[in-house]
């Protein structure tokens, strides 16, 4: 078969864990004698893992998110009419690179295969949005299911996020949950002098990753252990008004921002720290999703402090392998810190735990059982 394998993320360099697992499905294609080209922002770059790659830019997403995903689209439909005449199947990451699809299948025969991990309109309800995205948004909601809804086959995340879809219309039967997963062979388990008295949080920091929730956290965790540094690890669109805040609080001092890094980089200050914190928003997008850095965390036998949100706990056990929160309280953020710095065996304890839990969630079985449903699924009556 002739697999065209898309994604707004960038796979070169790798932004996004939507990228990293793109990339590993396309290997998997390829491991199976398909012919796969892939179709996504890169640098330049020809050709990644033996994979033909047609690239172009990201979109940025700084004014409008959706005039920013407008103008990709249209970048990419470019590049889909070229090979759309020839492809047996359509593998997509989220609906920001499918948008043109369904238009597409009314001239062109191909499978149409969407794997979402995030939907992105329920993030822009919950976003802070100009006139025109506020406007615009009922649209963008019912456009972004009716994409979903037009797919042969739809891997999700977890089942909360199916069971959203299923109510806004999907047949159950087109939907297969996968969840994500973790590189355990590139992931850095040793830890360095004196990462006991540091907390990590690792990724983007955009609005829906709830930095300024642990940042808000700090003063109460500072007040009692001054010596504990937080290593805020990504670049974002709320990363200067994050800095600006610890600022505000007096707490800059405590805080290592690292700005965007390339992914080996920022994984490796994995080893600086014994705590990793999700502190993500109680909002609907959150609650549908895991995130990348919950199984990064456990590959790197680092103690977990999570926001308690469906999606999570559908995997994660409080106590077992990672130790809750209630979600939005800084102060209850604060205290499980806290307890953690007090007690290294209690840290060590939810390390080893996650340790365990993520040998169920590698790419070697991930990506495996997405390309499974990909092939396997057929175009609906």
């Known amino acids: 078969m002739k697999i065209i394998v898309s994604t707004h993320d960038s796979l070169c360099p790798i932004k996004g864990g939507g990228a990293l697992r793109t990339l590993k499905c396309a290997e998997e294609f390829k491991r199976r004698g398909h ?17 033909r ?3 172009l830019h990201a979109p940025r997403k700084q004014r409008s998110q959706i005039l920013s995903s407008l103008k990709f689209n249209i970048r990419l439909l470019r590049k889909f009419l070229h090979v759309a005449g ?22 062109y025969d191909f499978k149409f295969v969407l794997d979402v991990t995030d939907i992105h309109a329920e993030y822009l309800a919950a976003a802070r949005r100009n006139l025109f995205e506020r406007l615009m948004t009922p649209l963008i909601m019912r456009l ?26 999907i047949p159950a039967g087109r939907i297969q949950v996968i969840y994500d997963a973790a590189e355990v062979d590139r992931i850095p388990t040793d830890k360095e002098p004196g990462s006991g008295k540091n907390v ?72 600086k720290a014994d705590i990793g914190v999700i502190p993500r928003r109680d909002e609907l997008p959150n609650r549908i999703v895991t995130t990348l850095k919950l199984y990064e965390y456990w590959a790197a036998r680092t103690a977990v402090v999570a926001s308690k949100l469906e999606g999570i706990s559908e995997i994660a056990g409080d106590g077992r392998d990672v130790l809750f929160f209630r979600a939005g309280s800084a102060g209850d953020l604060a205290e499980k810190i806290l307890r953690l710095l007090g007690s290294p065996e209690l840290t060590a ?26 092939l396997v699924s057929g175009r609906p009556a």
């Open 35 to 51: 012919d796969v080209i892939l179709i996504a922002p890169a640098d330049g770059v020809c050709e990644l893992s033996g994979i």
């Open 53 to 55: 790659l047609h690239w």
């Open 86 to 107: 020839n492809t047996d199947m359509f593998f997509v990451h989220n609906t920001i690179a499918a948008a043109t699809l369904p238009f597409l299948r009314r001239f």
């Open 144 to 169: 972004e299911y009716w994409i979903i809804g037009s797919a042969d086959t739809v891997t999700v995340v977890t089942r909360a996020m199916k069971e959203l879809l299923i109510r806004n219309g």
């Open 200 to 271: 990590i949080h690792l990724g983007s920091v955009d609005r829906q990753h709830g930095v300024e929730l642990l940042i808000s956290a700090i003063p109460m965790v500072t007040a009692a252990r001054p010596d504990t540094r937080f290593l805020i690890v990504g670049g974002g669109r709320e990363l200067n008004n994050v800095i600006k805040f610890a600022e505000k609080l007096g707490v800059r001092d405590s805080c290592v921002f690292t700005g965007y890094l390339p992914c080996e980089e920022a994984r490796a200050y994995l080893r």
């Open 349 to 374: 304890a939810l390390a080893a735990g996650g340790a365990v839990t993520v040998e169920k969630y590698t790419w070697a079985g991930a990506a495996v059982s997405i390309v499974d449903a990909a």
